[in-house]
């Protein structure tokens, strides 16, 4: 079982979170938003894999999915390591609306388990190959 996640990959394929899924159209609409707020941070310099998102890893998506979409978005399209802790602190805060102690767990979570190096798919910069 841990082999099998550990070996789950470095990108994800296709979406893992409802409707983006099985709705092409809200997807796709997903997809440009990620595009363009990677875009707006970077520039022209992109991700070379599409954006894909899992909602919350491998916690619950509960009433904050939605911020763990976006929290996708940043750790797909990468950065420094400022960029990162910025990201992680808008994650905390965003579900700190829902649940204190979820968004203090996640925030612990992401901080260890996020980082570039790692094999997971959640890892900082999922969306290049090397970053």
């Not at 968004?103 to 910069?125: D, I, K, M, Y």
Request: with cysteine; net charge negative; hydrophobic share 40%.
């Amino acid at each position: 079982m841990v082999f099998a996640f550990l070996a789950s990959g470095c990108t994800l394929r296709e979406h893992r979170l409802q409707p983006y899924r099985d709705d092409s159209s809200a997807a796709a609409a997903l997809e440009q938003k990620a595009v363009l707020r990677c875009w707006l941070r970077r520039g022209l310099e992109l991700p070379p894999a599409g954006f894909r998102t899992d909602g919350c890893s491998i916690s619950p998506n509960g009433a904050w999915a939605g911020c763990c979409v976006d929290h996708d978005i940043e750790y797909w399209c990468g950065g420094s390591a400022a960029d990162r802790l910025e990201a992680d602190r808008v994650l905390r805060a965003c579900v700190a609306e829902h649940s204190s102690l979820a968004a203090s767990l996640g925030f612990a979570a992401v901080r260890v388990g996020g980082v570039g190096w790692t094999p997971f798919h959640f890892r900082w910069g999922y969306g290049w190959e090397d970053e």
